[in-house]
């Protein structure tokens, strides 16, 4: 009899150890399928913002080369017009929210940004500067001026 009540007690104990090492087991997973589970949040939101830079930085890019491009066209066009041609054209006042600036150096010219630079060569020479805004092309004995 006090053979079988030790055995018993040793059983009760060697469950209630069991009961004790599963409990300690199901938190050990919980917490390490939580910090696997915190890490992939973390990569993904990572992804994601990176995503997001990329493609606000390609619109800035985008945007800039449009502008130059739609200059590039009015000083094509106003070149291929005949005296007295004569029309006026705006471009952006900002790029994507940024200032940028405008450069002419002969047939080149540039926008630039703090990011980006973007440049062609236009059709002719043009008297004249480029601004941001509104913009006056004519075109006056074979010659094209701009905002002159």
Same mark, same amino acid.
Not at 8 to 22: A, C, F, N, P
Not at 61 to 87: C, H, M, P, T, W
Not at 90 to 115: P, R, V, W
């Given at each position: ?7 018993? +007690?040793? +059983? ?24 696997? @589970? ?7 939101? &990572? ?32 070149? *291929? ?5 004569? +029309? ?9 929210? *940024? ?8 047939? &080149? @010219? ?9 440049? %062609? ?8 500067? %480029?601004?941001?805004?509104? !913009?006056? %092309?004519?075109?006056? !004995?074979?010659?094209?001026?701009? !905002?002159?």
């Amino acid at each position: 009899m006090i053979l079988m009540q030790r055995d018993i +007690r040793e +059983r009760t104990q060697t469950i209630l150890e069991m009961k004790v090492e599963t409990k300690a087991q199901s938190t050990i997973e919980f917490v390490l399928l939580t910090m696997v @589970l915190f890490l992939f949040f973390v990569f993904f939101l &990572s992804f994601s913002s990176t995503q997001l830079i990329n493609t606000a930085r390609q619109h800035e890019f985008d945007l800039l080369k449009k502008n130059v491009e739609i200059v590039g066209n009015e000083v094509a066009l106003a070149a *291929s017009q005949k005296d007295g041609y004569e +029309r006026n054209f705006s471009i952006a006042e900002t790029i994507a929210g *940024s200032s940028y600036d405008i450069t002419q150096n002969g047939k &080149s @010219l540039m926008f630039s940004t703090d990011d980006y630079s973007y440049s %062609i060569n236009l059709a002719v020479e043009i008297n004249g500067t %480029i601004q941001k805004g509104e !913009n006056r %092309i004519r075109k006056s !004995n074979g010659v094209v001026y701009v !905002n002159k």
